[in-house]
Antibody, heavy 118, light 110 residues
Framework: EVQLAESGGGLVKPGGSLSLSCAAS????????MNWLRQTPTKGLEWVAS????????YYADSVKGRFTVSRDNARGSLFLQMTSLRSEDSAVYYC???????????WGQGTQVTVSS | QSELTQPPSVSGAPGQRVTISCTGT?????????VHWYQQIPGTAPKLLIY???NRPSGVPDRFSGSKSGTSASLTIAGLQTEDEAIYYC??????????FGGGTKVTVL
């Protein structure tokens, strides 16, 4: 069974940093592109970052470019999101998702809450 | 704001058919990219419901179907059931911003 489990969320002050992790199991992690997505009640679902299976291609949403860094450890089946210079508008539930054919998100983690507040 | 436009809510009685529209632009749906649909029960993660316009993953009931034409797509639930109460999102690749989602449509079973 495919499983994705995010961790690392929490409360952080504006300007602070936080690192999220996503532990993958039940599939050949190194063969799949992975994405980070986030969701808020006001802005809905938002794509954050993409990383290809071999880390050759990495993309970021304009809203996080220069502040967030996505990486992965294929040997450990893990995906990471390093977030710096956090703003209140970065507050959201963050999901990691596996990318299937045609860009569909065929598996999602349970999400981890990030709250940026003083 | 969302790049794909969905109605905020739709409702229907059990057994009725409801359709959710998803309107995009020439940089996403109109460019020929596939549309995917997700179902989200509040408090849980979204779940893939329809992929590549009209395909159901294993385990998704056949009362769910999708279609796409031009710059729009739609999700139809034929024979609405109480367990279908959820929020539904459409999603597509976009030439400009890479990934776009709809704002979500809440389905209420009357």
């Amino acid at each position: 069974e495919v499983q994705l489990a995010e961790s690392g969320g929490g409360l952080v002050k504006p300007g602070g940093s936080l690192s999220l992790s996503c532990a993958a199991s039940g599939f050949a992690f190194s063969s799949y592109n992975m994405n980070w997505l986030r969701q808020t009640p006001t802005k809905g679902l938002e794509w954050v970052a993409s990383i290809s299976s071999g880390q050759n291609y990495i993309y970021y949403a304009d809203s996080v470019k220069g502040r967030f860094t996505v990486s992965r450890d294929n040997a450990r089946g893990s995906l990471f999101l390093q977030m710096t210079s956090l703003r209140s508008e970065d507050s959201a539930v963050y999901y990691c998702a596996r990318v299937g054919g045609a860009g569909r998100y065929d598996s999602w983690g349970q999400g981890t809450q990030v709250t940026v507040s003083s | 704001q969302s790049e794909l436009t969905q109605p905020p809510s739709v409702s229907g009685a059990p057994g009725q058919r409801v359709t959710i529209s998803c309107t995009g632009t020439k940089s996403n749906i109109g460019a020929g990219f596939d549309v995917h649909w997700y179902q989200q029960i509040p408090g849980t993660a979204p779940k893939l419901l329809i992929y590549s316009n009209n395909n159901r993953p294993s385990g998704v009931p056949d009362r769910f179907s999708g279609s796409k034409s031009g710059t729009s797509a739609s999700l139809t639930i034929a024979g609405l059931q109480t367990e279908d109460e959820a929020i539904y999102y459409c999603h597509a690749h976009d030439d400009v911003v890479r990934v776009v989602f709809g704002g979500g449509t809440k389905v209420t079973v009357l």
